[in-house]
């Protein structure tokens, strides 16, 4: 059925999630409580007690569809970023909103411009809607703005800045966002995704470009600091007039009832939310110190996961999971010498050093090729 098939889809890529935490324990033949996974940037404290009592108490109403709308969670996301309902659009996870792009904005040949080593979802969206991807360099792991501003052309539809980047943990700051912002084609959508931004002290503004009603949509979830991966529920900011275009690619209920309860509930509970943050600056902390003890190079991340370098990312990943440990190889990323690695809880994190120690004492972490992989 390929040659019925649309053009673009046969070489298109499947984006490859981090490995499931029972498909490990299945393999090893232990419990999936014995398995640490530190691969996919999640919570590691979970959801806010308050939103787990939340999601409970909506499963007596699982025979009901959920509010189409998302009326009482939009109205709290507005108040707490300050905006209006208006500005809000709710996503099977931030992704979907992705997807709301692409329906909405892109045609084959059109371009979409995103940094080099930036979050793998973009290219294969552009894919996805015969759009051409154009990858520029990010020397250091920093978006280059200008460089993304000159690769700009008519054709140009979309650039995606990811601040802080998933998966080197860098980010760029205001003034150079502001400069880009100011000399940004009218006719290009600017997509900010800040998935990441509640891990930040001091987090670039954005959303004053969503207020003067500039061509820009910014994207948050729930996935991260808030523990609901599982659930898919996440949103976008934009001006009226781009989430009127983007409702209309959207899904009846593509937002389910138990996520948006939970996500209304954790984004009440700050104390949940601070609990995360310290958590994870002492963890991402104490693992880049390891790392700079054991000689290892890393990025300095901004988020809650570390880029660091082995030698031989996919030989470490492997010899990690022999041993219960799931992190993230990065060859899918252009980075087969580096792996990603979540923060989690502080045991997690000491128990994951003590294993990278012993696989660099048997020789498994190759500095002798760090200067020539990745």
Known sequence: MWKYANPQLRDLVSYEPGKPVEDLARELGIAPDKIIKLASNENPLGPSPKARQAMIDTIERAHFYPDGGGYYLREA?????????????????????????????????????????????????????????????DPGFVADLDAMLAAITPRTKEVFLANPNNPTGTM???????????????????????AYYEFLDEPPDV?????????????????????????????????????????????????????????LAGLRDTAHLEQTRRVTHEGRNFLQAQFLDMDLEFVPSHANFVLVRVGDGKKVFEALLRRGIIVRAMGSYGLPGWIRVSVGTMPQNEVFIGVLRELDREGAVDRGTLAAVG
């Open 77 to 137: 996301i507005a108040e707490h970023v300050g905006l209006s309902m208006a500005n809000v659009i709710l996503g099977n996870g931030s992704n979907e909103i992705i997807e709301f792009l692409g329906h909405a904005y892109l045609q084959p040949g059109d371009e979409v411009v995103a940094a080099k080593h930036s979050f793998a979802v973009y290219r294969l969206m552009a894919q996805l809607f015969g759009a051409r991807m154009v990858e520029v360099p």
């Open 172 to 194: 760029v700051f205001q003034d150079a966002i502001d400069r880009f912002m100011e000399r940004v084609p009218g006719h290009v959508m600017v997509v900010f995704d800040e």
């Open 207 to 263: 959303l004053k470009y969503v207020r003067a009603g500039r061509n820009v949509v910014v994207l948050r979830t729930f996935s991260k600091i808030q523990g609901l991966a599982n659930l898919r529920i996440g949103y976008g900011l934009a001006a009226p007039e781009i989430v009127e275009v983007l409702q209309k690619t959207r899904q009846p209920f593509n937002a389910n009832g138990i996520a948006q309860a939970g996500a």
